[in-house]
């Protein structure tokens, strides 16, 4: 483990991996509801995606069990997290997105854990989904794509 990863990470990753396990059985249904809220709350999203929505689901819950089982080593996640960062600004992705796909995202997990959620979980997927979408939106930066205000707000 490379010394510079503190005990917060480390402590994140256990409580990360715990509350994915007790997920674990309804994960599929967990990121179909993910999506089905998402385009109920933020309509104006749908567009960007497929119509087929099923390996898209397979797409985002490969990339969810990834951030969480290598949580304990993000040199080894940032250059992934980058490049998924630029890919986005193709999809058409706007900087903004990112608030309303972590808040939904937090909303389900909370919903399908029930009781068995807790502080510690949240934050810790707060902090989590921070680091990834901080990456994702830090490369699309850089890339120079979002270069006026205006697309920031948009
Ligand atoms: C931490 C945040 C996010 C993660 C981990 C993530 C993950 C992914 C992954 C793994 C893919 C598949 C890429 C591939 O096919 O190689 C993808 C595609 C996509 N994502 Fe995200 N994403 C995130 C945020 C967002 C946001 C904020 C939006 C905007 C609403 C978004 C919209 C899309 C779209 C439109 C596609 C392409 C769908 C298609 O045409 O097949 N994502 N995402």
Redesign the pocket.
């Known amino acids: 483990m490379a010394a510079d990863i503190n005990a917060r990470r480390i402590e994140d990753h256990r409580l990360l991996g715990e509350s994915l396990g007790l997920l674990a059985p309804v994960a599929h249904d967990v990121v179909a509801a993910f999506y089905q809220q998402?385009f109920l709350d933020?309509p104006q999203?749908r567009g960007?995606?497929?119509a087929t929505m099923q390996?898209?689901r397979e797409?985002?819950l490969?990339?969810?069990i990834a951030?969480v089982t290598h949580y304990d080593r993000p040199d080894r996640l940032t250059p992934a997290?980058a490049s998924?960062?630029r890919?986005?600004i193709r999809?058409?992705?706007?900087l903004s997105?990112?608030?309303?796909?972590?808040e939904t995202?937090l909303t389900v997990l909370r919903r399908f854990a029930g009781t068995a959620w807790n502080d510690e979980y949240e934050g810790a997927w707060q902090r989590a989904?921070t680091f990834?979408?901080g990456?994702?939106m830090m490369a699309a930066v850089e890339a120079a794509e979002y270069g006026t205000p205006n697309r920031l707000a948009a």
């Not at 997105?97 to 972590?102: D, F, K, L, P, R």
């Open positions: 998402l933020y999203v960007l995606f497929p390996t898209q797409k985002l490969a990339a969810i951030l997290l998924l960062g890919k986005h999809y058409g992705t706007q997105h990112y608030a309303a796909v972590g995202l989904y990834a979408a990456t994702m």
